[in-house]
């Protein structure tokens, strides 16, 4: 342990003339460092965050039945398949967008009040592509005001190009579906 002892007059003397001359010295030039350029990289929340954007913005124009809308969030060159099809793969954003027009304007006043549900992603990054797995939940009314629920899992490879993310393969996989009963619209 140490022991501070007062310093002797002549001491104390001594250390303020040090201090006064050190003072009347010009100031020293500090060397700064170069400026530090504006991060190019996302980090990697920046890229997890944008990869769940696009799963959400994917929900929400289903569930406005926004269908111009879903065809901008995959790659031109993209693929896309649903497990009821057996397999069968579509590729090419005009190909993918035209078949959710058809499955739609096929089943008119099927799927009123829509609203799909994903939960947490399992997001791994590689560079400028992402793969994700997101389960998911969707219900809607149909015309005779009978509740469908639809619960599956969506298997992505995103690709970041230009600074946006895109589809390049979706993989639709319904694992069940169920109606619960009928429904009521709003709340009386």
Known sequence: MAIR????KAKAVRKTATLTKKSLRPPQRVRQSPTVRARSVPSLSESVEGVRQILSRYCFALD?????ELGP??????????????????TGRETIQAWYERFFQQRPGHYRHMRHKIYEPLVILHDDTATATTYFDSDSVDSDGK??????????TLLKESGQWFFKERTITVLYHYSPGGSEEGLR
């Open 64 to 68: 406005r039945g926004a269908m111009n």
């Open 147 to 156: 509740v469908h629920i639809i619960a599956g899992r969506y298997d992505d």
């Open 73 to 90: 969030l995959f790659h031109r060159d993209a693929t896309f398949s649903v497990s009821f099809e057996r397999e069968q793969q579509h």
């Open 5 to 8: 002892r007062p310093l002797s």
